[in-house]
């Protein structure tokens, strides 16, 4: 059912009425949705779960499309191997949960990202030294001009650091209905990450630390991520955002290393292709903007590299708040800031 000048909420707090929003729980009602949008005339949006979305104005004149698929699949292929499949409308965050249910190791460190699934292969979803790419298989996704469904396997996604060819190539052209993980019942964790070591020694020194015989668990390794997350990140339900804000940049290695001759300490991590990554936050504290307030809108006091509402901030507040960070970045160390959040209605 088409609703007109639906109300939509977001992470960030925000209200915006859409013209025109459905919500499709199958393929069938997926395509009519499309199909209604073409007729519409106005543009499209497919919305996941809102989490990564920054509403400019208040009115949204599109035709804005969720997809509502449900259902998560398991399929063993192997003693340790298990494929999981789940629809595009499921809740990352309890998929990461139902697979830790199910005995699964490889979305642990992935746990609490806000969001939908169908979202995640879009931006190559990462967190303590992690990325959707490390256990994702294959996407199915409709073409939005025909409506038929299309797998493509990994290797056709150019996964890199937040991005896909969902973000450029094939922007506009597909909506991901499902994606296939690989999960094992048993591998490696993966906890060297600096915040997640120190969490997770904090616990085992804990007095009331039960920690198995076998060693760590995938759950307690979630557990540790929910905890620093949840220890940095201000909760959207309480302060309105959207997690990080912007992307860490990836410089040259000459500008990192003339960098490092002005910071010495600044963190830096070297890429496989001589690029090197350099942390956003840090950039942002050091430039001074941590904790700032412009009215109702700020970053927040204890992660530099989140844009907050502190109440009553309009998308446009939040907008120039964002515009300021940047430019304030790019003055002092001459690296420019590109946004991780999606912005409708307007451009950094």
Same mark, same amino acid.
């Given at each position: ?5 639906? @109300?939509?909420?977001?992470? %960030?707090?925000?209200?915006? *009425?859409?013209? /025109?929003?459905?919500?499709?729980? +199958?393929?069938? #009602? ?6 209604? @949008?073409? *007729? +519409? ?7 996941? !779960? ?18 509502? &698929? ?14 999981? $499949?789940?629809?595009? !409308? ?25 969001? #939908?699934? !169908?979202?995640?292969?879009? /931006? ?52 991901? $209905? ?35 015989? +076998?060693?760590?668990?995938? *759950?307690?390794?979630?557990? @540790?991520?929910?905890?620093? *997350? ?9 302060? =309105?955002?959207?997690?990080?804000? %912007? ?11 003339? &960098? ?41 006091? +204890? /992660? ?29 160390? =001459? ?9 409708? !209605? @307007?451009?950094?």
């Amino acid at each position: 059912m088409i609703l007109p000048n639906a @109300a939509l909420t977001n992470t %960030f707090g925000l209200q915006v *009425r859409a013209k /025109q929003f459905v919500q499709a729980h +199958s393929l069938d #009602s997926l395509r009519t949705a499309l199909v209604e @949008a073409q *007729r +519409s005339n106005l543009p499209l949006l497919i919305l996941g !779960g809102g989490s990564n979305f920054l509403f400019v104005a208040p009115q949204l004149d599109a035709f804005v499309i969720q997809p509502a &698929l449900t259902g998560i699949r398991y399929t063993a292929i192997a003693d340790n191997d298990v494929l999981v $499949t789940a629809g595009a !409308g499921e809740v990352w965050h309890q998929l990461v949960l139902a697979s830790l249910e199910q005995g699964l190791c490889g979305l642990e460190n992935l746990a609490l990202i806000p969001g #939908s699934v !169908g979202a995640a292969p879009i /931006q190559n979803i990462g967190a303590y030294g992690v990325e959707l790419a490390d256990c994702l298989v294959s996407v199915q996704a409709m073409e939005i001009a025909s409506g038929n469904l299309r797998h493509f396997h990994k290797t056709e996604l150019q996964l890199g650091y937040r991005d896909s060819v969902f973000k450029r190539a094939l922007k506009d052209q597909y909506l991901i $209905t499902e994606i296939t993980l690989l999960l094992h019942r048993q591998a490696p964790l993966k906890t060297d990450y600096d915040s997640l070591a120190k969490e997770l020694a904090k616990q085992a020194a804990a007095p009331t630390s039960a920690q198995p015989k +076998s060693g760590l668990t995938a *759950r307690q390794v979630a557990d @540790a991520v929910m905890a620093v *997350r949840r220890a940095r990140l201000p909760d959207p339900a309480v302060l =309105g955002n959207a997690g990080s804000f %912007f992307k860490n940049p990836v410089v040259s290695n000459a500008t990192a290393n003339a &960098l490092l001759q002005r910071y010495p300490a600044m963190p830096h991590y070297p890429q496989p292709d001589g690029s090197v990554k350099l942390a956003a936050g840090w950039l942002i504290e050091q430039a001074g903007m941590k904790g700032i307030r412009r009215g109702q809108a700020g970053t927040h006091e +204890s /992660q530099a590299l989140v844009i907050v509402n502190l109440g009553a901030a309009t998308g446009a507040d939040l907008l120039a708040v964002a515009r300021e960070v940047r430019d304030t970045v790019q003055q002092q160390f =001459g690296v420019t800031l590109e946004p991780e959040v999606w912005i409708i !209605g @307007a451009t950094l």
